[in-house]
């Protein structure tokens, strides 16, 4: 029924390349920079406000000194993804616009919370942490490029019943978004990790509290969605419990992240 999207050539290698200590950051760039909109995306998003560079990069290849492989590699997958649904951008009724800006944001604050819990989460990278907030709703965007207006449909619902998307995707089709993530990651071959990650950001419950890593994105997911809604109040308390309780941060460290969110959200480019 759903048609699990290939990433571009250029993705794979860099994704490969990234891997593998022997590449050189210069030898990244220039495969980068033979895609020609994929690196002029990718100048304008290393240039964009998050990433904070003192002066602006002319190229692929200074960008990728500057913010190193690893978030150039995100970099290009976002800049790609981002590319690659740019026609659904035409769908009334559907803002991809907004799931972009949710999914960069919750990889921010999936970095963020990650280098916070760092005791809790090992060596899992806060790039990595970027690339699970990046796709963990990748799965919304797959199913509407192949369901069209069935899909349609249920976000309406959705929205029009204040239910949660995955439960009225789960009601309708038998899946959600969240399973179909897992599988989009898996097929762009990302760490079995970051499969998991997508598959249980919505729970259950279980899944989240035994896996520091799937907290960390859970919560990141939370909080993107609720700075979003300006809606954080009755949130507040539940999400505390459970960064204390799976990740050992206190309180007033994540009142610091969502200071963090509200400051970066209005730097957010798509
Ligand atoms: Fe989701
Ligand atoms: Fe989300």
Partial sequence: MVTIPTLPDVVTKVNSMVGDSKVSIQ??????????????????????????????????????????????????????????????????????????????????????????????????????????????????????????????????RARATHQPIHVCEQDVFGFNHTEVGAVVAQQWQFAESVSKVIQFHHGPRQMVEEDPIVAVVAIADQISYRIELDNFDDAKKRIEALAKKVLGVEAEAMQEIYDYGLEILPLIEV
């Fill in 27 to 156: 030898e990244i760039g220039d495969v980068i920079a033979q895609d020609a909109p994929i690196s002029a995306k990718v100048l304008r998003i290393a240039n964009s406000a998050v990433y904070g560079l003192a002066e602006p990069a002319t190229s692929v290849i200074e960008a990728a000194k500057v913010v190193g492989a690893r978030a150039l590699r995100n970099i290009a997958l976002q800049a790609s993804v981002i590319q690659r649904y740019a026609p659904l951008s035409s769908i009334p009724d559907f803002d991809i616009h907004g799931v972009w800006k949710h999914a960069i944001f919750t990889g921010q604050l999936a970095q963020k919370i990650g280098a916070t819990a760092k005791a809790a989460v090992g060596d899992f990278t806060v790039d990595e942490f970027y690339t699970c907030g990046l796709i963990h709703d990748i799965g919304k965007v797959v199913m509407l490029e192949s369901l069209s207006e069935d899909y349609l449909e249920v976000f309406r």
